[in-house]
């Protein structure tokens, strides 16, 4: 217990004098709006008509809410299910919340900042006459206007000045929570019970990036910020009511005794203390520790921007009371909250910005990124109806990237891997689409990798090769405690989990990532990274995965595709990493006469005259926000194989088994699931639920083009049909130097390869021969080649070498 003598008792006005007392016009102004809040939402307004009781009061406000909305729609302002609730009534947000003793009320920013919610003229059997508490203390609406007024130019207060606001309603709130809904009265018998007011949908001039955000403009402002958990801290209390007992002694000697509950200025970092004991008026107190004090949960969070550089900042954000433990590390949130400085030191001048939470939503949650107005929806129904589903993706595909010539398949294909399929649980099928492009440099794959980010919003790109040190998909870095600043460890996410749902994470330069491939190949396939070095994290993956490699493995130098090495060799991409993508295509740099034509027609195109003669629609194109809106509504629709698609697919499977010439080249079972997958893709962006048999063959078409149909074995494993042929060949040919007694000496790879050339015009190059030359001496038991350290060869098995097991 502490000792509080008499000249450290700050002076604090009484709570009810602090109302009366006199107010800037401000101030006043702020406590008008809350207070019209309050009178319109707690159904207050409707009690002039004494027959009503608060369950009819609250169904009118709904109503009237309705009524916003729907002036809101004709506007064109986007409509969520949590926006209906927060314009509604108190009572409806009350049976809303999950816990009875803590409701939450939302209170949405920028649609009262609409100024459309309420109706322009007084709706009939209303009273704006305050109540009687709050005009005793000078507070009245002349008109309804008046009133109307207050209500709107909430929105403008919140912004500014949220703390004073939240104020407001705090004050007021008890006065009205028994009209909203009497029922918190009685439940308040045996919990305290205090809402949580919760500010949603700040106006977009109030959203900050980080760069903003250092700036110290914003101090006591509502800001609304998007970024990354980095790290989560414990739940601790921060004490709201501290109790004093009064020790002042009265005449006979003997102390009071009374207990002075005194609410804390949570915001200020210092204790209140009572100024006089409301029994005795003395001034001296003892601390009581505490039972009898009322406290309240926080948590701090680290949260940091999404685009992930080598100079990464984040801020601390506080949630208080129901808004703790709501967060998961790891997920990209959105935070409405109170702009705030804390001193880096006790009683310092130095103070580091942080966020005081109002709301916060963890963004995977809410399905994509943009939201949809009833306008939106019926413009993307239209569309979906007008055109059959080669129509709308050609012209999707060329209004959206018609100005990067050729490679159709590929870009039709992201389209669909951006839609997504369906997740299937108990098949263990993800929804998502990973497509892998492999391309020499100079060819479109970069751009293509663009083009894919600009698809869906939220999108990123990274280059796997300067990755940072969260890598692809996390780490487990020592971070500053968000409480004592001390070490700790936390958990830092890469950039696949960075990417919210239905967004596409690009990585460039694919494989030279120096990271673990194993935390790639199973963030890809399960929809889950896990992180288990000293703290332990399962971060979800939403995104699909569409990757660009370089061939630049240590077989070539010259970064350009050689057909006679294994494609995995030269890429160094491990196999089952391979396997995890449902689509692999490989751009040459070859030449082309026609399509080199037609890339030269597309650079000049806007310097060529028009001859009006074109059939190309060039007009008819569609805007890049029109694309999103069509894509984010193909994503959220649900769509299944038709029974005849799914034996369509499952023949065929069979049928591609059965044709396959050798082991090597058998087709995977994965591809059933991958062309399922863009099927059901397909079916959802041509607006249907049924993925029919024009749908699975769409999509097979696609399919037709990636290296998983062209040569199946260079994704299993086996050896790619351009290799196998150098081995068949090398095989054959060294067999007839056997034969012409050649081998009888002992020979240089020189000497051979000299001889070999002699028969074998197009040899390729000395390296790759002495590499399958390396490896058949590998196996010399079955080909009885030997290699002595030197590098000397020797043969030692019979004329007729059966070549064709080697
Ligand atoms: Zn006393």
Known sequence: MVMIVEDEIEEVMPMSAQIIHAIDEEE????????????????????????????MRAKIIDDMAMSGVKRMEEMDIPITPARIDALGSIRKQVDLSDRIDIPICFIDVEAIGTQLLLPTRQPSDTTIVTPQEVRE???????????????????????????????????????????????????????????????????????????????????????????????????????????????????????????????????????????????????????????????????????????????????????????????????????????????????????????????????????????????????????????????????????WAGHIHGNDEIKKAMVLSVVGAVENKKFGLRPNMHILIIGDPGTAKSKLLDLACDLAPGSRKSDASSASAAGLTGACVQQQDLYTNQKRWAVLPGEIPLTPEGAVCAIDEFNLYKGDYGDVNLAMESGEVIIAKVVKARLPVKCSIIAGANPDGKQSKRKKFNKMIPLAEQIELDHTLLQRFDMIFVILDVADGDKDEKIGFAMLKGLTEDTGSSTASADSTLGLSFIHKLLEVAKSREAKLSKKATEYIVKEHAKKRSEASDDESLRSHRQVASLSRFAIAAAKFDGVKTATLQHVKYAEALMATTLQEQDPAAIEGGLMKGDREVRKTLAESFANLVEKDFMIDSRTFEDIYTELKKTWSDIPSMGIIEGVLKEFSRDSSLTCIHRSRSGIYTYSGTKSPAWQVW
């Not at 909203?180 to 949603?200: N, V």
């Not at 702009?339 to 006790?346: A, G, I, N, V, W």
């Open 28 to 55: 006043r102004k702020k406590r008008r709006s809350a207070l019209a809040y309050l009178m319109w939402h707690s159904g207050y307004i409707y009690t002039a008509d004494n027959t009503t009781d608060s369950k």
């Open 137 to 399: 203390a000078g507070i009245v609406f002349d008109s309804y206007d008046d009133f109307r007024d207050a209500y709107n130019k909430l929105a403008g207060h919140i912004v500014a000045a949220p703390k004073s606001v939240l104020f407001w309603l705090q004050r007021f709130e008890k006065q009205f929570l028994n009209i909203a809904d009497p029922r918190i009265e009685q439940r308040s018998k045996f919990h305290k019970i205090k809402p949580e007011w919760r500010f949603i949908n700040p106006p977009t001039h109030t959203h900050r990036d980080f760069e903003a955000l250092s700036k110290a403009g914003d101090v006591g402002r509502l800001v609304k910020i998007e970024g990354q958990v980095v790290e989560k801290g414990e739940v601790k209390t921060v004490l709201t009511h501290i109790a004093y007992r009064c020790i002042n002694k009265n005449d006979f000697d003997i102390e009071c005794g009374t207990i002075n509950l005194v609410e804390q200025d949570v915001e200020r970092g210092d204790m209140l203390k009572p100024a006089e004991c409301h029994i005795c008026s003395g001034k001296k107190y003892i601390r009581l520790e505490s039972q009898e004090s009322r406290s309240e949960p926080i948590q701090r969070l680290s949260v940091q921007e999404e685009q992930v550089s080598s100079d990464t900042r984040s801020i601390m954000v506080e949630l208080r009371g129901d808004l703790c433990n709501t967060i998961e590390a790891g997920t990209s949130v959105s935070v409405v909250g109170m702009m705030r400085l804390e001193p880096m030191t006790k009683n310092g001048l130095i103070c580091s910005h942080y966020i005081l939470a109002s709301s916060a939503e963890e963004k995977s949650q809410t399905k994509g990124s943009i939201t949809l107005s009833k306008n939106d929806l019926e413009e993307v129904k239209a569309f979906e109806a007008t055109m059959d589903l080669e129509e709308k993706m050609d012209l999707v595909v060329d209004s």
